[in-house]
């Protein structure tokens, strides 16, 4: 579902992951915590957030948010 997939903003987005930093946290496992349809559309977002420098992706399950 596109829609409510965008409606999720980066700030919530980035919330969600402080909430459970340090848990093994999968792209699969945060897409069923946004109620996402589909992991790629977190991997999507994550590259983004990852570009804008406000996430570091340490390995393929932990996810952390940086501090500015």
Do not use: C
Not at 12 to 23: A, C, S, T, Y
Not at 41 to 59: D, F, M, W, Y
């Amino acid at each position: 579902m596109k829609i409510k997939e965008e409606l999720i903003s980066d700030q919530e987005l980035l919330d969600v992951i402080k909430k459970h930093e340090g848990e093994n946290m999968t792209v699969r496992r945060l897409a069923q915590l946004l109620g996402y349809s589909s992991p790629s559309s977190v991997h999507n977002r994550l590259e983004k957030l990852e570009a804008k420098g406000l996430i570091k992706r340490e390995r393929l399950s932990l996810i952390k948010v940086k501090e500015v």
